[in-house]
């Protein structure tokens, strides 16, 4: 079984930074991919970055230049700055875990909310 722990949501004001954090635990390949999506009212859930666990990103063209994926593998532990917010990043922040590697073996936190205020 694989849980997921988010932290780090909040209110911020345009411009401003917020750091994310997602601690999984449970049964975890050492090829996986952890990362991060997030869903805006009357949206869809869209991928807003993740990482492998060989180090291999991606980033959703909105969140290229201002956001960063890391991650302590050794914690098990996904990390998502964002930088020079902008209102559209106004959404509910999901942690995703695949743990083995294998499409469709998906795991997800409770949710986040992050709300940019201008």
């Known amino acids: 079984q694989v849980q997921l722990v988010e932290s780090g949501g909040g209110l911020v004001q345009v411009g401003g930074s917020l750091r994310l954090s997602c601690a999984a635990s449970g049964t975890i390949f050492s090829k996986n991919v952890m990362g991060w999506y997030r869903q805006a009212p009357g949206k869809q859930r869209e991928l807003v970055a993740d990482i492998s666990s060989g180090g291999r990103t991606s980033y959703a063209d909105s969140a290229k230049g201002r956001f960063d994926i890391s991650r302590d593998i050794a914690k098990n532990t996904v990390y998502l700055q964002m930088n020079s917010m902008e209102p559209e990043d106004t959404a509910v922040y999901y942690c995703?875990?695949?743990?083995?590697?294998?499409?469709?073996?998906?795991?997800w936190g409770q949710g986040t909310q992050v709300t940019v205020s201008s």
């Open positions: 995703h875990l695949n743990p083995t590697g294998i499409f469709g073996d998906d795991y």
